[in-house]
């Protein structure tokens, strides 16, 4: 029975990003698996890393929950959507105050970094409104799932991360957001095995 945490990043629960989690997530249950789910726009904490690495803010109970899901889990499916070539500000800002050196990372005494979040698979799943795989492949290389795959998650230990993208969606009808729900359950299909 493989443990797998969803993370949805968009603020707006009522968004597309939400209903292909949902898709995923009952996909996975119905194989068997055991999914936790961490929506960070619902979650109560400070998005803003008010002093840096210099000084140790308190996790909120919220933020130290989302870790553990996290540690919990043997495999990581993010989803997100693209804005300004990144993520949103609040997914963001929870990696800024959550991924902290001793808790997803740490530095040894020559000061090379070690992934604390070994032993995990991931997944990315991407949506835009407005930019094809193309454009963002070709024109813009790929920027979010460069932050997000390789400057964080491969960066704290994650490996085997599959990347799927999902867009333009302002080029999509009601049935392509049906066909795209349902692609999840193949997703989570895949992942489960």
């Keep these: 029975m493989k443990k797998i945490v969803v993370i949805n990043g968009h603020p707006n629960k009522e968004s597309f990003n939400s209903a292909i989690a949902h898709s995923y997530i009952n996909s996975a249950l119905s194989l068997g698996s055991q999914v936790r789910y961490i929506a960070i726009g619902e979650l109560d904490f400070n998005p803003n890393l008010q002093f840096g690495y210099q000084q140790r803010m308190e996790l909120e109970p919220e933020l130290?929950?989302?870790l553990e899901d996290i540690q919990w889990s043997e495999h990581q499916v993010w989803i997100h959507p693209v804005w300004w070539l990144g993520m949103?500000?609040?997914m963001k800002g929870f990696f800024d105050r959550?991924?902290?050196p001793g808790i997803t990372f740490k530095h040894n005494k020559e000061g090379e970094s070690e992934g604390l979040l070994?032993?995990?698979?991931?997944r990315i799943i991407t949506t835009a409104g407005d930019l094809s795989i193309e454009e963002y492949e070709e024109i813009y290389k790929s920027?979010?799932?460069?932050?997000l795959k390789k400057g964080i998650?491969?960066?704290c230990g994650v490996s085997s991360i599959q990347s799927d993208f999902i867009g333009p969606l302002c080029e999509l009808d009601e049935e392509d957001r049906k066909e795209w729900i349902e692609e999840m359950k193949n997703l989570a299909s895949l992942d489960v095995i």
Excluded: D, M, N, R
């Design 64 to 66: 130290v929950k989302a």
């Design 88 to 90: 949103p500000a609040i």
């Design 98 to 100: 959550a991924f902290l």
């Design 118 to 122: 070994k032993g995990k698979t991931g």
């Design 143 to 147: 920027s979010g799932l460069v932050q």
């Design 153 to 155: 998650l491969e960066y």
